[in-house]
Each structure stands twice: as C-alpha cells, then as structure tokens.
C-alpha cells in the first residue's frame, strides 16, 4: 500500500516541501529510504522501528520503501522521523490516509515514541502557510517559535500515539488556535533571550573618547575597532553596545529568530529574539563557522549576529584567512555559501565591534609597564590585520588605561538608557529619510551626495586630510558617513566642518600604527 506524508526540509533559511513517499509491499523485511537523504535520515529506519513497537503499533514485516521528494534536494537532520513513521502506519491502516492530506508534518522521534524537537520551525511554518496548509504537526517544544506566524492551524504533539489520535480526529475537535498558546512569542517580552540588556554603561569609569565612539558606532551602525592595553575596559565597551541600540522590530526579530532557529541555537520555549544577538567567537574559530558553510549549508556566527553585534576580542590572534572572509559580509550584508549542488544566501548585516592590543606584550606606550616587544615583532602584530580589512573599519579608537584613582573616586558614567536616547532620535531622522538605507552605514555614493552634501570648507578640509591620511576612496566615503551621523546625534539637517573633523579623529589611531 502506497501513503504520501508532506513534510519539508530547510534550505539556506528558507523552508522547502518534501513529499514522503511509503510504500508497503510483500517481500523480505527490508526498509529503505531514497531521495538524497543523509547518514541521519537513513538512521530514521532504526528510530521509526522503535518508536512504533514501543508506542503500541505493530511493525509490518514487510519490504518498505520510503522516498523523499523531489529527489534532487539533499536531505538532513532527524526531522523526517514523525512523516515516515505516520505514514508507515497510514500503509498499514493505523492512521487514516484522507487525516494526512494538507497537512505538514516534522519531528524527530525518540525510541520510545516521544517527540524532539526540530530546526527550523519558524522557517517552516511560515512555507507551511504560504503554501496554504490547513494544519502544521510539529513538536511541543517548538510550539512558541511557530505561534509567531499568524493564520496556520497548530498541532503540537509530544508523543507518536498523541499524533495518530490528533490524525484520527476530525478537524472540529482539534483544539483551538487559543488553547495552543499561540499568542506567544512576542517580541520584547523580557526574559525571552539573554541578560545583555542587563549590561550598562554607568558601570564604566572614564573612556570618554572611547563612549562617544560607541554612541557614534550605534547611532549610525559602523564599525568598530578599539586599540588600548589589557584591564582598559575594551570589552566591558563592547559587550555595552547592545543596551543602547534601538530595540529590534518585529521583521527584524523574525529575520534573526529563523537564523537561529536554522543553526539549532534558539533555546527552547523561545518564541522570538527578544533583544539583538551578542556574538563573541573565540579567536580559534575556523572561517566556515565564522561566515557558514558545511556540506549542508548553516549559517555561521556572522548570521547569528544578523541585526547584532559580533565581537571579535584579541583581532589579531584570529587567523588571517579567517578574518578576510568577513570583507563580503561587511560590504554587502550578506554572504553566499557555494556548494556543488546549490549556492544559498545568509543575512549577515551586523555592527563589527573589535579590540586589539597595541603590540603583543600589550604594554606600547604604557607610562607604568615597560613594553618588551621589538620593531618586528610589533609590525607583524599589527600587519596580522590586512590594509582592506582595516579601510571597513568605520572608527578607530585608542583606549587608555584608567587611573586606580577613577576607578575608586570618580563619578560613575552616563547610564546606556540616556545614550539610547539619543541613538534612538538620531536613528529616526535616517529612517525617515526616502532611502533603501536603515542606517548611515549603508548609504551609497549618490545617497551620500544627497543627504550629506559638503559645503566649501569641508570639502577642502576633507580633501587635504585625505591626502595627508592616504584615505582610499572607502575610506573617504566612510568618514562622510561617520559624520552624517555624528550631525543627526546632534539633530542637524547639514554635515558640518566640526562634524568632519570629529569623523577624521577616529583615522587619526589608523595613520598612527
């Protein structure tokens, strides 16, 4: 007997439907799965078998077939458990065949027949109901990420039994969309992701210069690179960013849920990102899991940190081949994973905060600590960051050490809910702008021209510093950048000389090592 289950498979981080195919027929006892599936999916047979024996449902001892459509996508992951398993048991008569039609279904399934939950729901459910299903059968615990998409018809089930009985049920006594809790998920419910808004800038003493970068940095999404000794605060800075962005909308937090839903990183009872991700890899990390990749494509950290902020502590220990991956996703805000069978697209656009030390012993130009390195060994340390690397960084800043007598004495910083303030009125006047661009950082060379024209003085200022920095022409757009936003943090309409030269003090640290 022949039985079709619909199911589907994630693909970069869209969803793609898959159409499992069951075939039950007189032979010797064989299961075989085809259609592209991976080691995991072929593994379905030995958690399929199980489950059913242990939920109470009789096995067929005969030759089974499964095939999973179209047969030119590779399949992966473990999700594929709960449609081949139903659709065994529609084969054999146990489910009824008409209960599976318009209905998708995933899960993965444990040996005694329970439900685990899978990657990717929220990309799923939303292909689910463009595609207009009438019910999507998913695991319990990715009840929350799925009751984000409006108009699709849950079934959460935990066991195998609990799904038969949901299938064998008319439609009319499903439960209803309330009894599901489908109104959670909510962006900017508390407590949903992460305490990094519990980190505020009133902790830090000092670094003035360092803050206005940061404020300048949020205002205008640019990037950041921050040079200063050991025990400075370079990091206590960085990981202060996200407290005073703007909080993220509700198609920025679908955009950074489904990403991290793909990569298996939301954690359970998450609906949506409720704050922007803080992504901080160690410097031993490889390039594909910093920009994406693997023989089955998932995003890597610069996705996970998509409408966030990627911190990359001690830069020049990262490996070379490592940190020039990031030139494509810093300029464009995406990056494109090839493999032989299908390219895929990730997001990628995030604010790039970085810290380094001055040389490798850290002490350059300390007055207290005597710096050990020579010449050489502190070209090579700072040579380890290529020239165009180094053009995408927005600002460049020197941190200083902070004296004991600050740190026990002086008066306590501005605390990040008066810098989001004016980061959040300086963001607005770019959103109203009639531009493609969200934010500074991403307007264009005829944009620029437009909303940040030069008047004479600072087009001469700006070409004689150009010369004298050897500014490329990246460069020289991205300092006007820089300065349109330091003109909207002080809401005017026109970039100003005092606006440019401010933007110039943050190349100023870039000539000079």
Request: charged share 20%.
């Amino acid at each position: 007997m022949l039985a079709t289950v619909e199911s589907a498979t994630v693909l970069g981080i869209d969803a793609c439907r898959v159409d499992v195919e069951i075939d039950v027929s007189f032979g010797l006892p064989h299961f075989q799965v085809v259609g592209l599936p991976d080691a995991s999916v072929r593994e379905s047979r030995d958690r399929v078998r199980a489950a059913i024996r242990n939920s109470g449902y009789e096995f067929p001892a005969h030759r089974i077939t499964i095939n999973l459509a179209p047969g030119d996508v590779r399949k992966a992951g473990p999700a594929f458990d709960l449609p081949i398993a139903l659709g065994v048991l529609a084969a054999t008569g146990v489910v009824k065949p008409p209960s599976l039609a318009d209905i998708v279904h995933v899960g993965e399934l444990s040996l005694d027949g329970a439900i685990q939950p899978a990657r990717g729901m929220l990309a799923i459910a939303a292909a689910a109901r463009r595609r207009g299903a009438r019910a999507l059968i998913l695991p319990h615990d990715n009840l929350p990420e799925a009751a984000v998409v409006a108009g699709l018809r849950l079934l959460p089930v935990r066991t195998l039994i609990e799904a038969v009985t949901r299938l064998n049920q008319p439609p009319e006594d499903w439960p209803t969309a309330g009894a599901l809790g489908t109104n959670l998920g909510t962006p900017g419910t508390p407590g949903t992701y992460g305490t990094i808004g519990a980190l505020d800038l009133s902790d830090l003493h000092g670094q003035a210069f360092a803050r206005r970068a940061l404020e300048v940095a949020a205002a205008g999404g640019h990037n950041l690179l921050m040079i200063g000794p050991p025990g400075a605060g370079k990091t206590m800075l960085a990981r202060r960013l996200p407290g005073i962005l703007p909080p993220l909308s509700f198609d920025e937090a679908i955009e950074a849920t489904t990403i991290h839903s793909v990569a298996g990183q939301l954690r359970r009872g998450v609906g949506l990102l409720a704050e922007r991700p803080f992504r901080a890899p160690h410097h031993t990390i490889s390039d594909v899991a910093l920009v994406g990749g693997g023989a089955t494509p998932r995003p890597g950290e610069v996705s996970l940190a998509h409408h966030g902020v990627l911190f990359l502590d001690e830069m020049p220990e990262f490996d070379r081949r490592v940190l020039e991956a990031l030139r494509q996703p810093i300029e464009e805000g995406r990056i494109t994973v090839s493999r032989a069978l299908r390219s895929v697209a990730f997001p990628a656009r995030f604010v790039l905060v970085a810290a380094m030390n001055p040389c490798p012993c850290g002490y350059l130009g300390d007055a207290k600590r005597e710096c050990r390195c020579t010449p050489p060994q502190i070209a090579r340390y700072r040579g380890r960051l290529s020239g165009p690397l180094r053009d995408r960084l927005d600002l460049i800043v020197e941190v200083e050490a902070v004296p004991i007598t600050a740190l026990t004495d002086g008066p306590a910083g501005e605390s990040s809910a008066a810098v989001r303030e004016r980061v959040l009125a300086a963001r607005q006047r770019q959103l109203v702008r009639p531009s493609r661009a969200r934010v500074n950082a991403q307007l264009s060379g005829s944009e620029l021209k437009k909303f940040a024209p030069l008047n004479l003085d600072g087009r001469r200022l700006l070409e004689r510093s150009a010369e004298r920095l050897h500014l490329s022409a990246r460069g020289f757009h991205r300092t006007i950048r820089v300065a349109r936003t330091i003109a909207d943090l002080e809401g005017a309409d026109a970039v100003a000389t005092a606006h440019l030269m401010e933007a110039l003090q943050y190349r100023l640290v870039d000539t000079a090592t």
